[in-house]
């Protein structure tokens, strides 16, 4: 489409709670009504998906299948009965507590909230160029109108202030090791969820966009006399597709219903609720496990009481390099004694495991040639940077890479007694547009979807745990991840700098985080980056 004119759509079908919508371009807008609280927009401008499956939603389930959720599935959802009105230049839809009207001209939405029996207007398309029908590039886009009194809250870990008005976010997973807690971005974690919330009035909603894609948040950041005050939300990859969550009378119910929609934070164990302790100076020490012992015995001597202690990766070093699941026998000279020992003293150990392996790696030409690392078109491995050295990263979509992930984290740690997985440097960092993933047989381009990675990475993490004690409850921790990590995980705010500043702003990371479904958290209170601290 060379101009500008919006397509013309009329309502095609309409089966239960899924309504579709189609222009005469082709363009198709699809409707679902899920919950009486809960509305989600699908808009293809070419009539078909061009993203993944879905690995973000699963309503009041524990996980979702290994391969993703199809994007048309409906199950889990109440699908509860609505009003349904059309009239030659609109249709609207009508719940108990949301009505959305779309204008067939341009398919522009507008949203409503039952506020004590009345209704009242709380988001509306911009009216001008709302979506990318063919406009400009292949992107995804969606433009929004931007009130003055709104407040933005969520989009999970970001620096700075929680009120997002006036900033601009983008998504893109990364190791920003010594950032600024004020200023930073990006960060680490993908958690495209935010809550808009009307002060005046009491009202609010959160907006939910399932793309795996890296993507930008502007919340009134940028202006452009020619569209008046606008909000927008982009993607080089995938679908527009978004979740329209009501939240009346509190901003925390958008809250609670996207972490219903995404999955409740896992159950830790008991001992995931006490000190931790955790250093890379132990580790990295000539005489690791001497170190590691005097952390006991100091324990011992002042009383301290600690639950688990974070094993850096230092445990897996050849010279100053590091080789995940390889054991340093020279820092380490009996490992299931060290292990036994911290035991024994009511010590659980959360060894760090990295997703990378560099290319000197003991096990990496085997891994190459069992095809289980991320590679370009011509089959040789995608080689990125990392930890001083070259490597490529592991292809955890691909079902032998998980079978061999597994084994690894039994055969190299929980064997050995060690109780819990620290997932670590797991971005995925992949910026080449020639580095394909398995893709569970449909190999795409890895950088349209980085965060799939690193959900399966620590999914299949907590699987290993699980079948090595099924009986006991899994405890991981990672760096990194999307919407619905907590279904796995617990997380920290990453390799931050030392100062008072970071602590101060680390608190507000970890309320995004929580308004974002992400409740079990934690900071390096004492810094990593910077004067003191460091434990990776």
């Known amino acids: 489409m060379s101009m500008l004119h919006p397509p013309r759509f009329a309502l095609q079908s309409s089966e239960g709670n899924h309504l579709c919508l189609k222009a005469d371009t082709g363009a198709v807008i699809e409707l679902f009504v899920l919950e009486e609280d809960i509305i989600r927009v699908l808009v293809l401008p070419e009539g078909k998906l061009q993203g993944p499956a879905s690995w973000a939603v699963a309503p009041g389930a524990e996980d979702v299948p290994l391969q993703g959720r199809d994007r048309r599935d409906l199950s889990g959802f109440a699908l509860p009965s609505f009003a349904l009105r059309t009239t030659p230049g609109q249709l609207q839809i009508e719940t108990a507590l949301i009505r959305l009207s779309i204008a067939l001209e341009g398919g522009f939405c507008q949203w409503e909230l039952r506020q004590e029996g009345q209704w009242q207007s709380v988001l509306a398309d911009r009216p001008t160029q709302a979506y990318n029908f063919g406009y400009w590039d292949e992107q995804v886009y969606h433009y929004l109108r931007r009130q003055p009194e709104e407040m933005y809250f969520g989009l999970g870990e970001r620096a700075g202030d929680m009120n997002r008005a006036g900033q601009s976010y983008e998504m893109r997973n990364i190791d920003a090791m010594g950032y600024s807690a004020r200023n930073t971005d990006p960060l680490y974690k993908h958690i495209p969820f935010y809550i808009t919330w009307l002060p005046k009035t009491g009202a609010g909603f959160g907006l939910f966009y399932d793309t795996l894609s890296d993507c930008r948040f502007d919340m009134g950041r940028e202006l452009d006399n020619y569209h008046g005050h606008y909000r927008y939300f982009t993607a080089p990859h995938g679908d527009l597709d978004y979740y329209f969550i009501a939240s009346p009378g509190t901003p925390l119910a958008a809250t609670r219903r996207f972490t219903w929609l995404t999955g409740r934070p896992a159950w830790m164990p008991k001992w995931g609720l006490g000190y931790s302790g955790s250093t890379m100076s132990y580790t990295d020490a000539p005489d690791a496990q001497v170190q590691m012992g005097q952390f006991i015995a100091k324990c011992r001597e002042h009383d301290i009481l600690c639950d688990s202690f974070h094993l850096s990766s230092g445990y897996t070093s050849i010279g100053p390099k590091r080789y995940v699941f390889h054991w340093n026998t020279e820092k380490f000279p009996d490992p299931h004694g060290f292990v036994r020992s911290y035991l024994d003293a009511s010590i659980h150990l959360c060894a760090n495991i ?183």
Request: glycine residues 12%.
């Open 354 to 536: 990295k997703p990378c392996l560099l290319r000197d790696h003991p096990q990496f030409e085997q891994a190459r040639q069992a095809g289980l690392l991320i590679c370009d078109s011509q089959g040789e491995p995608a080689w990125v940077q990392f930890w001083d050295e070259v490597g490529a990263y592991l292809d955890f979509t691909n079902p032998a890479t998980l079978d061999w992930w597994r084994a690894n984290v039994k055969q190299a740690l929980l064997d050995y007694g060690v109780s819990a997985t620290w997932n670590d440097n797991n971005e995925f960092e992949v910026w080449t547009g020639d580095a394909y993933a398995h893709g569970f047989g449909q190999q795409y381009p890895v950088r349209q979807a980085k965060v799939l990675q690193t959900m399966l990475m620590m999914q299949a993490s907590r699987q290993a745990q699980l079948e090595a004690a099924p009986q006991r409850r899994p405890f991981l921790v990672s760096r990194s991840g999307g919407a619905g990590m907590q279904r796995y995980v617990q997380t920290w705010s990453g390799d931050n700098y030392t100062s008072w500043e970071t602590l101060r702003y680390n608190l507000k990371m970890g309320l995004g985080l929580a308004l974002s479904g992400v409740s079990n958290i934690g900071h390096d209170i004492g810094g990593f980056s910077g004067p003191g601290g460091g434990e990776g």
